[in-house]
């Protein structure tokens, strides 16, 4: 039984995997990855299925030990990773030694780096993930954020990994790393693209030249429920009664005092505010890499482009070419 | 249901991966019943590529996998499902008592409540607890009910400065509806009292103690049968 041990938490490190969704109407939101992109890729480099259970990190990394060593891969933003003192390469996978320690930074890009290992973390699932829900102390570990001495067992997720062609070919198992074409194009954004949200014949003309000619500044306060954002109000028109409805990830809801709030992951599953916009599928993990103070804006793109970038991403992701052995680096 | 009050279904774009269904502006039993009819047809009868479903008060928000399913096809098969909307048998509702400790350090609000509405924070008590409320839906947070309506005596606006934390099984009203909170978490209704049960348990079987559509009605319980309980 393999194990990690934390010796430090870092400022916000939780388990997720690709979250749960179908339980709407118990309230209960679907939580996962805050950059699934990421998750996704990491699970891959270590010949996971795409939705084991991995540790998300925010801002600030931990310190983590393996006793019995294990195979993994860091994605999403540079947290100035270290193996033993020396530096490690993000989007690429590598072995870890019985004993050695992996220490994580503060980061020197995004918000979330991904810490994922072959065979994923073994936690009871919720209703079917392994997603941890900060606000209802529900998934993942205990259902909280993990804290100093923490032990989580690896490799006993009941999903399948699957064999590395390396392995699989009788090779010596050698790194793999994401294609260079790929992660360029998967880079997050900082412009998001949006579609109209339900209330949008609500804001007059002028509010949405506001709302799309403005640029916007993540506030400190943003986490997996919500990114708040600040910059020039957006003022609703006359319209009739809001009534609390079904509110859809990356919806843009412009809360008391005209200011955007963008839901994310751990978002209330229903909501009063009126929603002016919705970000689109293929920008949702640029979401997860926000930092506060961040400056982002919003395009407005139409339906048919919506699905056409979000088929493109997913071809992409789902390519041979994505992952690549990388012989020069073993 | 007869056909009064039955409002045709409205689409409206939420988002590239999700799809609002209204039935009707307004909170009215009628709608929010279409809407479960809606939700319950979909749970017999599951649409390919629906992925999840938010009930609401006079809505349904279909969250779909817009690679498996475009929108215009689910238009076409929800249409489908409410032609056969009065077909259906909706779930027989439970009836739901759930004890209240009111008042004191549990119902910070109540005495404000009272002097709002002009009435004996003992008739808020008793007024609160006189009948029995239906479970429109749950949302916000899991297995957090939105009960209604209130007695008109009763109906206040939420607080102007949201609590940063409300502890767990505190009841509040905001409004025309009250609900209990199943976990600590912020929050702007006024707080009457506390209940000791559970609202949302993973050991339990559905999770939540109640479910749409089901009746809910408090019982004003003393400090000693609140600390008895919550031993239970």
Redesign the interface.
């Known amino acids: 039984m393999s194990e990690i041990v934390v010796l430090s938490p870092g400022l916000l490190t939780t388990v997720q995997d690709l979250g749960r969704e179908g339980f709407g109407p118990l309230g209960v939101s679907p939580s996962g990855a805050a950059d699934p992109v990421s998750l996704r890729i990491g699970n891959r480099l270590v010949g996971n299925a795409e939705s084991a259970p991995a540790l998300e990190m925010t801002l600030l990394g931990g310190t983590f030990q393996f006793p019995q060593g294990a195979k993994v891969a860091l994605t999403g933003s540079d947290f100035g990773v270290t193996l033993e003192g020396a530096p490690v390469q993000l989007w690429s996978s590598f072995e870890v030694r019985p004993g050695q320690i992996l220490r994580f930074g503060p980061t020197r890009s995004g918000a979330r780096c991904y810490l994922c290992m072959r065979g994923g973390i073994d936690v009871k699932p919720f209703l079917g993930s392994a997603s941890t829900h900060l606000l209802s102390g529900l998934g993942g570990h205990e259902g909280r954020a993990l804290r100093k001495g923490d032990v989580l067992k690896l490799g006993r997720t009941g999903i399948p990994a699957c064999p590395l062609p390396s392995e699989a070919a009788g090779k010596v198992p050698c790194l793999r790393r994401l294609a260079t074409k790929a992660r360029e194009r998967l880079a997050p954004r900082k412009v998001l693209r949006v579609t109209p949200g339900p209330q949008s014949d609500w804001f007059p003309e002028a509010s949405q030249q506001i709302f799309y000619g403005s640029s916007y500044r993540v506030a400190e306060e943003s986490n997996r429920m919500g990114l708040r954002l600040e910059g020039p109000a957006i003022p609703e028109g006359a319209h009739g009664e809001m009534v609390s409805e079904g509110v859809s990830l990356g919806a843009v809801q412009i809360a008391a005092g005209g200011h955007p709030i963008i839901l994310f992951v751990d978002q209330q599953t229903t909501g009063g505010y009126a929603k002016i916009a919705n970000v689109i599928s293929a920008d949702l993990h640029s979401l997860g890499q926000l930092r506060p103070r961040d400056e982002i804006r919003f395009e407005r793109v139409n339906w048919e482009s919506a699905r056409r970038i979000l088929i493109e991403q997913e071809g992409l992701l789902a390519s041979e070419g994505l992952i690549v052995d990388d012989l020069s680096v073993a | 249901m007869g056909m009064e009050g039955k409002c045709k279904a409205r689409f ?7 799809l ?1 269904v209204y039935f009707g ?3 009215t039993v009628q709608a929010n019943e279409q809407a479960r009819r809606l ?1 319950r047809l979909l749970e017999l009868v599951p649409i390919a590529g629906v ?11 279909v ?1 779909f996998d ?2 498996k399913l475009r ?1 215009e096809e689910l238009e076409e098969q929800l249409n489908g499902l409410l032609r056969r909307s009065e077909e259906i048998e909706l779930p027989q509702p439970r009836e739901v008592e759930i004890p209240v400790c009111y008042g004191g350090e549990f119902g910070p609000d109540l005495d404000d409540v009272a002097a709002l509405r002009g009435i004996a924070p003992r008739r808020v008590i008793e007024l609160h607890s006189s009948r029995s409320y239906l479970v429109y ?8 009910a ?1 009960l209604g309506e209130l007695p008109e005596a009763l109906v206040t606006p939420r607080l102007a400065t949201p609590r940063k934390r409300v502890p767990a099984g505190s009841v509040g009203i905001a409004g025309n509806q009250t609900g209990v909170y ?2 600590a ?1 912020p929050g702007g209704w006024r707080l009457l009292g506390r209940t000791p049960v559970s609202m ?1 348990r ?1 050991d339990r079987e559905g ?2 103690l109640v ?2 559509g089901d009746r809910v009605r408090f019982v004003p319980v003393s400090q000693e049968r609140f600390a008895e309980l919550g031993r239970a």
Request: charged share 15%; glycine share 4%.
């Open positions: 409206e774009r939420a988002s590239d991966q999700s609002l502006q307004k909170i939700l992925r999840n479903l938010h009930p609401a008060y006079c809505s349904l928000l969250k817009p690679l929108y839906f749950l949302g916000f947070v899991p297995g957090f939105y199943p976990f978490t949302f993973t999770l939540s479910s749409i």
